[in-house]
Nanobody, 119 residues
Framework: QVQLVESGGGLVQAGGSLRLSCSAS????????MGWFRQAPGKERTLVAT????????YMSDSGKGRFTISRDDAKNTVHLQMNNLKPEDTAVYYC????????????WGQGTQVTVSS
């Protein structure tokens, strides 16, 4: 069992930065691929970024390329999403997720953290 708790969301002006963190419980954190999803009001939840269990590969959505960076620290059981040059369209609830091989159905979800970008 893995429990995920996000933090770092908030209100920021366009062009600003936020660093989201996801803390995980459990001794098997390093075995999971980790990722971030987001869900804007009235829209479906979409995948933003992923990082593999061995840090050998990362994925970044088109919306995040050049602005967002995903990283993980297995010693601290944490994964981060650094978001720079934020835009109003980045406003959403951001969810941390842990996957055992597929992102169509992550194994575990966090409760989400709100990110609001004002224009």
């Amino acid at each position: 069992q893995v429990q995920l708790v996000e933090s770092g969301g908030g209100l920021v002006q366009a062009g600003g930065s936020l660093r989201l963190s996801c803390s995980a419980s459990g001794r098997t954190f390093s075995l999971y691929d980790m990722g971030w999803f987001r869900q804007a009001p009235g829209k479906e939840r979409t995948l933003v970024a992923t990082i593999s269990s061995a840090k050998t590969s990362t994925y970044m959505s088109d919306s995040g390329k050049g602005r967002f960076t995903i990283s993980r620290d297995d010693a601290k059981n944490t994964v981060h999403l650094q978001m720079n040059n934020l835009k109003p369209e980045d406003t959403a609830v951001y969810y941390c997720a842990a996957s055992w091989g597929t992102w169509s159905q992550p194994s575990y979800w966090g409760q989400g953290t709100q990110v609001t970008v004002s224009s």
